[in-house]
């Protein structure tokens, strides 16, 4: 955690695979992932279509063909939970990761495994676990399973603009 916490900027892509029982195909998207410490996420979809979510501390900003929706996430808990299970790993705030996930840590440096299990009742009836794996201070591989079996799986990549093109 204090390799992430060291880290005051990064950005990857990422590739992403939603697979939900309801759907026979999986949904796919394509983007960009931007995080400033301490506390600032941009998520920047390019495919299947274009739009950018912005998320710091107190709310998040959607931008779908700059249309602008603003929300707070003091009216948006779970989302706020969820956000902050991603940005606490990047800032390698183990103290915030600890009040709202019970935590299972394995491998080293190297090669690590991180299984967030939320202590929240009213999040974990929407999400099962969220496993977070990389080596180093770079998350490579973010997997979210939801309780009803749902599975959203993101790849993520050293940022290269070619890539998102």
């Given at each position: 955690m204090a390799a992430m916490a060291a880290v005051k900027h990064r950005v990857v892509s990422y590739k992403e695979e939603k697979q939900m029982e309801m759907l026979e195909e999986s949904l796919?998207?394509?983007?960009?992932?931007?995080?400033?410490?301490p506390d600032k996420l941009i998520r920047s979809v390019m495919?299947?279509?274009?739009?950018?979510?912005?998320?710091?501390?107190?709310?998040l900003i959607?931008?779908?063909?700059?249309?602008?929706?603003?929300?707070?996430?003091?009216?948006?808990p779970l989302v706020r939970v969820f956000v902050e299970s991603f940005r606490s790993v990047l800032a390698g705030d183990l103290d915030t990761l600890n009040k709202y996930y019970?935590?299972?840590?394995?491998?080293?440096?190297?090669?690590?495994?991180?299984?967030?299990?939320?202590?929240?009742?009213?999040?974990?009836?929407?999400?099962?676990?969220?496993?977070?794996?990389?080596?180093?201070d770079d998350v490579q591989l973010y997997v979210v399973?939801?309780?009803?079996?749902d599975l959203t799986r993101?790849?993520?990549y050293p940022f290269d603009s070619k890539v998102n093109e």
């Amino acid at each position: 955690m204090a390799a992430m916490a060291a880290v005051k900027h990064r950005v990857v892509s990422y590739k992403e695979e939603k697979q939900m029982e309801m759907l026979e195909e999986s949904l796919h998207s394509e983007g960009r992932l931007e995080y400033i410490a301490p506390d600032k996420l941009i998520r920047s979809v390019m495919k299947p279509v274009e739009m950018r979510y912005i998320i710091d501390s107190r709310q998040l900003i959607i931008d779908k063909g700059g249309k602008l929706q603003v929300r707070s996430l003091e009216n948006l808990p779970l989302v706020r939970v969820f956000v902050e299970s991603f940005r606490s790993v990047l800032a390698g705030d183990l103290d915030t990761l600890n009040k709202y996930y019970s935590i299972t840590f394995s491998g080293d440096p190297p090669a690590w495994k991180l299984i967030l299990q939320p202590k929240d009742k009213k999040l974990a009836v929407y999400v099962k676990k969220l496993e977070l794996s990389g080596t180093g201070d770079d998350v490579q591989l973010y997997v979210v399973e939801d309780s009803n079996g749902d599975l959203t799986r993101m790849q993520l990549y050293p940022f290269d603009s070619k890539v998102n093109e």
